[in-house]
């Protein structure tokens, strides 16, 4: 294809991209429309500008890419000891600690993902929408331009920004998905390694002698349960070590319209009380565990992340999904419940040349090992084991 018929226009919101090409460029199992219907309509102005840059070729429009704006903390991409010095300064110039940043992708979606229609190879668009995306990034006072954790399969395309462009591409958190090959839950549980089986059953066993649960899944929660189901997400998410997006009841309630949406939910069978939810989603074979919330003064012996995790099981199976994808972060207990991890990749340009080789520098040496502890020892057992053949993913090995 030739680069000049390609050209890029952008929409302000949802309702600017023809419901028809959400449904052709975002088919299940993507979070298609109702997510980033879900997303502007729920307060998050002070912390983001959606936009979605739409591709034609010869006129004719052939696919899009969802975008947001956002004011990046320095702390979080910049090695320790400088985000310690920029986090003094940017009490006193605000500018100094954030980055701000035209990203493409959804600030809250595990991956990244530009609509095209069948037909449409990413790898003939890539650069002048990269090119669009620039001159976009300059008109919003964004200095860098970032692909949001995009997967394997679409690494091949993104790659064409490097050599036209001057993107560099550094490793992301890893996804993570269970594949449910098993034909039940019983069979998935009995294809676990031997020590993760009997550590899913002894936790559960444990758990259910200190603690009788209840498990309904929610369809449309009240706004009492949804008061209950947002104070169990604050306690999450208040503990969490990676907060890129701050949301409050108000996407609770707006997700709760949307029919793709389930709230797995578990009560103390003596008090009533809500102690876990898990927001799934349910788009065709697979299920999202979009957000989870546990009530952590009940927390630890009681092993209520596992319980969560066997209830969503059942429901996964109930409506017939064949995976289930989990996200990024708190890689520790989806090891031992059999996740595997799903390689994830930022492609990334600064325009300030000093500042863009910085950035590179820093970024091409980051992997696995050096984002989460948890993978660093992860892949470390996985190593003195020497188990299966491997290959270089992100920075680092994987079978």
Same mark, same amino acid.
């Given at each position: 294809?030739?680069?000049?018929?390609?050209?890029?226009?952008?929409?302000?919101?949802?309702?600017?991209?023809?419901?028809?090409?959400?449904?052709?460029?975002?088919?299940?199992?993507?979070?298609?429309?109702?997510?980033?219907?879900?997303?502007?309509?729920?307060? @998050?102005?002070?912390?983001?500008?959606?936009?979605?840059?739409?591709?034609?070729?010869?006129?004719?429009?052939?696919?899009?890419?969802?975008?947001?704006?956002?004011?990046?903390?320095?702390?979080?991409?910049?090695?320790?000891?400088?985000?310690?010095? @920029?986090?003094?300064l940017s009490r006193v110039y605000r500018r100094v600690g954030y980055q701000r940043t035209l990203f493409v992708g959804s600030p809250c979606s595990d991956e990244g993902t530009i609509g095209l229609l069948p037909g449409v190879a990413l790898a003939d668009v890539i650069v002048p929408l990269g090119r669009a995306l620039r001159a976009k990034a300059l008109e919003l006072s964004a200095p860098m331009v970032v692909f949001k954790d995009f997967p394997d399969e679409a690494l091949a395309g993104l790659r064409r920004l490097v050599a036209a462009e001057n993107f560099f591409v550094m490793a992301s958190y890893p996804g993570t998905v269970v594949a449910?090959?098993?034909?039940?839950?019983?069979?998935?549980?009995?294809?676990?390694?031997?020590?993760?089986?009997?550590?899913?059953?002894?936790?559960?066993?444990?758990?259910?002698?200190?603690?009788?649960?209840?498990?309904?899944?929610?369809?449309?929660?009240?706004?009492?349960?949804?008061?209950?189901?947002?104070?169990?997400?604050?306690?999450?998410?208040?503990?969490?070590?990676t907060k890129f997006e701050r949301l409050d009841i108000r996407f609770f309630q707006q997700v709760r319209e949307k029919p793709e949406a389930r709230f797995v939910v578990q009560r103390d069978a003596k008090t009533g009380e809500m102690v876990t939810f898990m927001l799934v989603f349910h788009l065709g074979?697979?299920?999202?565990?979009?957000?989870?919330?546990?009530?952590?003064?009940?927390?630890?012996?009681?092993?209520?992340?596992?319980?969560?995790?066997?209830?969503?099981?059942?429901?996964?199976?109930?409506?017939?999904?064949?995976?289930?994808?989990?996200?990024?972060?708190?890689?520790?207990?989806?090891?031992?419940?059999?996740?595997?991890?799903?390689?994830?990749?930022?492609?990334?340009?600064?325009?300030?040349?000093?500042?863009?080789a910085l950035f590179r520098a820093i970024g091409t040496r980051v992997t696995w090992r050096s984002l989460d502890p948890d993978l660093a020892t992860y892949l470390e057992a996985r190593e003195k084991k020497g188990d299966g053949k491997k290959r270089e993913v992100g920075g680092e090995q994987r079978e």
């Amino acid at each position: 294809m030739n680069a000049s018929s390609v050209t890029v226009s952008f929409r302000t919101n949802v309702s600017g991209i023809d419901p028809a090409l959400w449904g052709a460029c975002f088919a299940t199992p993507l979070e298609g429309r109702f997510w980033y219907d879900t997303l502007e309509g729920c307060g @998050l102005e002070d912390q983001f500008t959606f936009l979605y840059a739409v591709i034609e070729r010869d006129g004719v429009v052939v696919g899009f890419a969802p975008c947001f704006v956002h004011d990046v903390p320095i702390s979080l991409v910049a090695p320790a000891p400088v985000a310690a010095v @920029l986090g003094v300064l940017s009490r006193v110039y605000r500018r100094v600690g954030y980055q701000r940043t035209l990203f493409v992708g959804s600030p809250c979606s595990d991956e990244g993902t530009i609509g095209l229609l069948p037909g449409v190879a990413l790898a003939d668009v890539i650069v002048p929408l990269g090119r669009a995306l620039r001159a976009k990034a300059l008109e919003l006072s964004a200095p860098m331009v970032v692909f949001k954790d995009f997967p394997d399969e679409a690494l091949a395309g993104l790659r064409r920004l490097v050599a036209a462009e001057n993107f560099f591409v550094m490793a992301s958190y890893p996804g993570t998905v269970v594949a449910l090959t098993a034909p039940d839950k019983a069979a998935y549980i009995r294809s676990l390694g031997h020590t993760q089986r009997h550590n899913f059953q002894k936790k559960l066993r444990r758990s259910s002698e200190l603690i009788e649960l209840s498990t309904n899944v929610l369809m449309r929660p009240s706004d009492a349960e949804l008061a209950e189901i947002f104070g169990l997400f604050m306690q999450t998410f208040e503990r969490g070590k990676t907060k890129f997006e701050r949301l409050d009841i108000r996407f609770f309630q707006q997700v709760r319209e949307k029919p793709e949406a389930r709230f797995v939910v578990q009560r103390d069978a003596k008090t009533g009380e809500m102690v876990t939810f898990m927001l799934v989603f349910h788009l065709g074979t697979r299920v999202i565990n979009k957000f989870i919330g546990i009530d952590y003064a009940r927390a630890g012996k009681t092993f209520l992340y596992f319980r969560l995790f066997d209830a969503a099981l059942d429901y996964a199976y109930s409506v017939g999904a064949t995976e289930i994808q989990s996200g990024q972060t708190g890689y520790r207990a989806k090891f031992d419940l059999g996740h595997r991890l799903v390689p994830l990749h930022n492609v990334v340009r600064h325009r300030n040349p000093l500042i863009h080789a910085l950035f590179r520098a820093i970024g091409t040496r980051v992997t696995w090992r050096s984002l989460d502890p948890d993978l660093a020892t992860y892949l470390e057992a996985r190593e003195k084991k020497g188990d299966g053949k491997k290959r270089e993913v992100g920075g680092e090995q994987r079978e």
